[in-house]
């Protein structure tokens, strides 16, 4: 529920920043994916407005923010909400949206706004001092098994389900992801990061009880950067790092096993997207599921695909 309620809050959001809402078609990824998210979040800068988006303020947080936030520098922004009778706070970075705190039903007296205000102090370190926003980085914190958002070893934010990715995916993984991609991007760093330390291994279903129904050949490509967040033709959201494809014509929901033909990896995708559409490729697998059969760098690469049957 609370994925949800961020989800419609991010959307007001976004289509108030960029004035247009996103679509998605799978396509191989362009190598440069970063570079160009980077200039989308400039151009949506330029056009955002944090104090139009928001919904029904909170009388005492905005009045303690309009004191507190005097001692943070202007690139650091916090506004504050209600949405079905739960307050929520939004860190804006240069003027868009990169985190959203959410009420914690058992301690009250940590507000939103005030978990906002303790991150953005955190991240002032690093503007204040010019740093290397390279030193903000994500691993999985075994012990409190939740992704921490780190600044030189320390944590600086925890995502779950009160601290989330301004726009959420539903996937813990990805949000941690693609958080910290936006804090470094925003904060100067030059390159995204692809990997999260100590990440635990995704689980797979059982294979055992799986037939093979079909079997066809060719090449695949894959997609990733460009396409994370939008809808897919299936309805859902793409998660580049979902062990995901899309095919031209089997159903939703249909899982393959793709093996590439050069080195003999394989993984079991799941079928939620059409394409791809470029002549002589079979399937179009997310970047993840590129990545586990070595099949990034090349970009396409020959494949057999078997279709499975429970």
């Known amino acids: 529920m609370i994925q949800t309620l961020c989800r419609s809050l991010a959307a007001a959001v976004l289509v108030s920043a960029t004035g247009v809402p996103l679509s998605a078609h799978a396509e191989p990824a362009a190598q440069d994916a970063y570079a160009n998210s980077q200039e989308t979040l400039e151009i949506a800068a330029e ?3 944090p104090a ?5 303020p909170q009388d005492n947080d905005s009045a303690r923010l309009e004191a507190d936030t005097l001692e943070l ?14 307050r929520i706070a939004i860190l804006h970075i240069d003027d868009l949206p990169t985190l959203t705190f959410v009420e914690k ?14 991150v953005a102090q955190h991240l002032e370190q690093v503007y204040q001092a010019d740093s290397d926003a390279d030193a903000i980085l994500v691993r999985w914190d075994e012990a409190l098994e939740e992704y921490a958002i780190t600044l030189d070893g320390e944590t600086v934010v925890l995502i779950n389900d009160t601290t989330q990715y301004f726009n959420p995916t ?6 941690a992801l693609q958080a910290t991609n936006r804090l470094r991007m925003l904060l100067g760093a030059p390159e995204a990061l692809t990997e999260i330390e100590g990440q635990p291994a995704p689980e797979i279903a059982a294979q055992a009880d799986w037939g093979v129904a079909s079997v066809f050949s060719g090449q695949a490509s894959w997609y990733g950067p460009g396409f994370h967040g939008r809808q897919t033709a299936s309805g859902e959201r793409f998660n580049q790092n979902a062990m995901t494809a899309a095919h031209r014509t089997l159903p939703f929901g249909t899982r393959v096993r793709v093996i590439n033909v050069h080195n003999n990896s394989e993984i079991i995708v799941r079928i939620n997207d ?6 002589g490729r079979v399937i179009d697998l997310s970047a993840a599921a590129a990545r586990e059969i070595g099949l990034d760098r090349a970009g396409v690469g020959p494949v057999r695909v078997e279709v499975l049957a429970d």
């Open 52 to 56: 139009a988006t928001e919904l029904v």
């Open 274 to 279: 059409r394409g791809p559409f470029s002549r």
């Open 105 to 118: 039903t058992t301690d009250a007296a940590m507000a939103p706004a005030s978990r906002a205000e303790q």
């Open 73 to 86: 520098s202007e690139i650091f922004q916090i506004t504050t909400h209600t949405v079905d009778e739960r």
């Open 170 to 175: 539903g996937e813990a993984a990805t949000d």
């Open 47 to 49: 056009q955002s407005d």
